[in-house]
Nanobody
Framework: QVHLVESGGGSVQAGGSLRLSCAPS????????MGWFRQAPGQEREGVAT???????GYADSVKGRFTISQDNAKNTLYLQMNSLKPEDTAMYYC????????????????????????????WGQGTQVTVSS
């Protein structure tokens, strides 16, 4: 079992920035990629960004150019840098890990990247709230 702990959420005004962090308890053969997902009240959970062990990334259209996913292998930590935040970014943000399919998805930054479907991720954190006010 892989335990994920998110941190870094909070309240910010539109146009501001936040950085989320996620620390998995361990890396195992069960983890090839990690991702960030979010869920706003009354809405379905949606994929935000993903990254695999090789560093291939993918982003939802709604956050491209504003959010950056990265990983520090030395610190065993996943990050999501969120800039130019908008009120519609308000949601609970979740870190996820697993072995999702890799392919030439439309959300890929390069040629290949992991899936952004929540059903492809096995391990989830408890979430951290991000609130953006106008």
């Amino acid at each position: 079992q892989v335990h994920l702990v998110e941190s870094g959420g909070g309240s910010v005004q539109a146009g501001g920035s936040l950085r989320l962090s996620c620390a998995p308890s361990k890396y195992t053969a069960s983890v090839a990629s990690m991702g960030w997902f979010r869920q706003a009240p009354g809405q379905e959970r949606e994929g935000v960004a993903t990254i695999d062990i090789a560093g291939s990334t993918g982003y939802a259209d709604s956050v491209k150019g504003r959010f950056t996913i990265s990983q520090d292998n030395a610190k065993n930590t996943l990050y999501l840098q969120m800039n130019s935040l908008k009120p519609e970014d308000t949601a609970m943000y979740y870190c996820a890990a697993g072995r999702p399919a890799t392919g030439t998805f439309t959300h890929c930054s390069g040629v290949y990247c992991p899936s952004l479907s929540e059903y492809d991720y096995n391990f989830w954190g408890q979430g951290t709230q991000v609130t953006v006010s106008s």
